[in-house]
């Protein structure tokens, strides 16, 4: 080969080359949410408020979307995924935590999908995320960092259990390896019993840890006085801790207490 067909070559390679990479698709698909049979409402999610993002929902319902997705180049897949939150659990074999995982293919640069989704009956009451993504041809995805909340209720019992912390009454300062002693009550409409009660905290830097938790049986009736001290960790930083007690039902429906703030030493 002489050197000028070696130059031919490079060049030949180089401009190929160069046109792939001009051709590369960066573009993210689109994804619009057409109809939701249930509509998007404000309402407050762990704590905080979601504007227009959450979706209100009983068990045995249906669930139905329309979507509009399109892409520049070509759709690949839809993905699906309901799945519960940190503080969504059952406990009685007759309820179960709701997961759906529905993977669709698609083809073109636009498709107008519709999507019907029946929630269990024995589904587990609670808050649930709801997460529709889409990926194109080369592997662009939309819809992967947002997500919408599902607001659950089990129609077998929708009624919210009552929680009520008689002590500690103010803030507390303590050392660590010291006792917090907590003790209120836990009411419901139904037997408390596959219930559970939690004692959480949250640190100076945010972070939620389980302190502690106890399951109830049918001893407990429709009304139970707890009533416990836990040890806090001498491995935890000093500064200023909030502790909450918490409540679930046998179905998951749940209820928070005030915050018990401790100053921690």
């Known amino acids: ?19 792939c990479k001009k051709q590369t698709d960066t573009s993210s698909p689109s994804i619009e949410l057409l109809s939701v049979s249930h ?14 993002n959450v979706i209100r ?18 759709l690949s897949q839809l993905k699906i995924d309901i799945h519960e939150n940190f503080d969504c659990h059952g406990h009685k074999s007759a309820v179960s935590p709701w997961q759906v995982l529905d993977l669709t293919d698609l083809i073109g640069t636009e498709q107008i999908i519709t999507k019907t989704i029946v929630v269990p009956a024995n589904a587990t009451a ?45 803030a507390l300062t303590l050392n660590r390896g010291q006792n ?8 419901d ?23 502690w938790t106890n399951l109830l049986n049918s001893s407990a009736g429709n009304s139970y006085n707890y009533d416990f001290n836990y040890i806090i960790p001498t491995t935890l930083v000093p500064g200023a801790y909030e502790f909450q007690v918490r409540a679930f039902d046998a179905v998951g429906n749940s209820t928070f207490s005030r915050f018990i703030n401790v100053d921690l030493n």
Not at 39 to 52: F, I, P, R, W
Not at 61 to 70: C, D, G, H, I
Not at 194 to 208: D, H, K, M, Q
Request: glycine share 8%; proline share 3%; hydrophobic share 35%.
């Open 1 to 19: 080969m002489n050197i000028f067909k070696l130059f031919s070559a490079v060049f030949l390679l180089l401009t190929v080359l160069q046109s």
């Open 39 to 52: 509509a998007l409402q404000s309402d407050t999610v762990c704590g905080e408020l979601e504007e227009n």
């Open 57 to 74: 929902i009983y068990s045995g319902q249906t669930l139905e979307l329309q979507l509009k997705l399109s892409d520049n180049k070509g």
């Open 126 to 170: 609670g808050t649930y995320h709801f997460q529709i993504r889409v990926l194109d041809e080369s592997g662009n995805e939309a819809g992967g960092t947002t997500a919408y909340s599902i607001l659950l209720k089990n129609t077998s019992d929708s009624v919210v259990p009552t929680l009520t912390v008689d002590y500690p009454t103010t």
């Open 180 to 187: 917090i002693e907590v003790y209120g009550n836990v009411t």
């Open 189 to 211: 409409d139904q037997p408390l019993d596959g219930s559970r009660l939690e004692l959480v905290y949250f640190t100076p830097s945010g972070n939620r840890q389980l302190a």
